[in-house]
T-cell receptor, first 111, second 111 residues
């Protein structure tokens, strides 16, 4: 069974802290790993990772994939209250053509 | 910009009613998905479709059916709604390869 597991499930930090969110996976036929941010409504796309060891960066957010150890991390530096959200990790399964999501990490940034 | 439109933002139905949730995308995407999202469980795949008239069961298809008569439209049907189907329902589409575009979601309450 294809499985994606995120940790921690919940995290509360102070503004300015750096956080690392984890995503591990066990799937039959990996194609890509995606990170999404979800505030009040639909998830919005952050990153798509297909190759090991290549960091993707967007402002204070960055992510990297390790296909040997089957995990990815999402880093957020100098956190702001606007970073408070649920962060979702998902893996696209080649062949089956479907995306399997983890449970999500609820991140709360306190001022 | 890709647009995925779900017909209702909030819906309240009674136990036993037949419920239709509609989703339309405007970018000629092959793949469309229905997820439900519940606290602590992340997004769980109900059904998906990779072509017109094609459908595949996701992880939790029981109590649901789908219809894809046209490429742009993917409908989720609850034949006889039950209280345990109270949830946020998210529709998404992708051309291929994993980057999903989500609709705004439908918060369904079954009383």
């Amino acid at each position: 069974e294809d499985k994606v597991v995120q940790s921690p499930l919940s995290l509360v930090v102070h503004e300015g802290d750096t956080v690392t969110l984890n995503c591990s996976y066990e799937v039959t036929n990996f194609r890509s790993l995606l990170w999404y941010k979800q505030e009040k409504k639909a998830p919005t796309f952050l990153f798509m990772l297909t190759s090991s060891g290549i960091e993707k960066k967007s402002g204070r957010l960055s992510s990297i994939l390790d296909k040997k150890e089957l995990f990815s991390i999402l880093n957020i530096t100098a956190t702001q209250t606007g970073d408070s959200a649920i962060y979702l990790c998902a893996v696209f399964i080649q062949g089956a053509q479907k995306l399997v999501f983890g449970q999500g990490t609820r991140l709360t940034i306190n001022p | 910009d890709v647009k995925v439109t779900q017909s209702s933002r909030y819906l309240v139905k009674r136990t036993g009613e037949k419920v239709f949730l509609e989703c339309v995308q405007d970018m000629d995407h092959e793949n469309m998905f229905w997820y439900r999202q519940d606290p602590g469980l992340g997004l769980r795949l109900i059904y998906f479709s990779y072509d017109v008239k094609m459908k595949e069961k996701g992880d939790i298809p029981e109590g649901y059916s789908v219809s894809r008569e046209k490429k742009e439209r993917f409908s989720l049907i609850l034949e006889s709604a039950s209280t345990n189907q109270t949830s946020m329902y998210l529709c998404a589409s992708t051309p291929a390869g994993g980057k999903l575009f989500f609709g705004s979601g439908t918060q369904l309450s079954v009383l």
